[in-house]
Nanobody
């Protein structure tokens, strides 16, 4: 099992920045991919960005060039730096950890979610 604790959401004006953090504990050696997803009411949860244990990153087209995902393996923490925020980035952001190193198929764990609100 893995426990994920998120922090860093809040309210920001358009054009501003926020940084989300997600700290993992438990069976962290099993984590292969860590990522961030977001969800708005009435819509499915969508991938924002993810990063492998080797540092390979993947971004949604809508955030490329504005968001950066990073991972500190020593601290079992990953971060999402969000710059040039837009009102359409408003959502609940969820931290995700995929335990692909130990399980096939991979097991997914989720954080509790943190609200990001971007005002126009």
């Amino acid at each position: 099992q893995v426990q994920l604790v998120e922090s860093g959401g809040g309210l920001v004006q358009a054009g501003g920045s926020l940084r989300l953090s997600c700290a993992a504990s438990g069976d962290t050696m099993c984590i292969s991919v860590m990522g961030w997803y977001r969800q708005t009411p009435g819509k499915e949860r969508e991938l924002v960005a993810d990063i492998t244990s080797g540092g390979v990153t993947n971004y949604a087209d809508s955030v490329k060039g504005r968001f950066t995902i990073a991972r500190d393996n020593a601290k079992n923490t990953h971060y999402l730096q969000m710059n040039s925020l837009k009102p359409e980035d408003t959502a609940v952001y969820y931290c995700n950890a995929a335990l692909g190193t130990c399980y096939s198929p991979s097991l997914d764990y989720w954080g509790q979610g943190t609200q990001v609100t971007v005002s126009s």
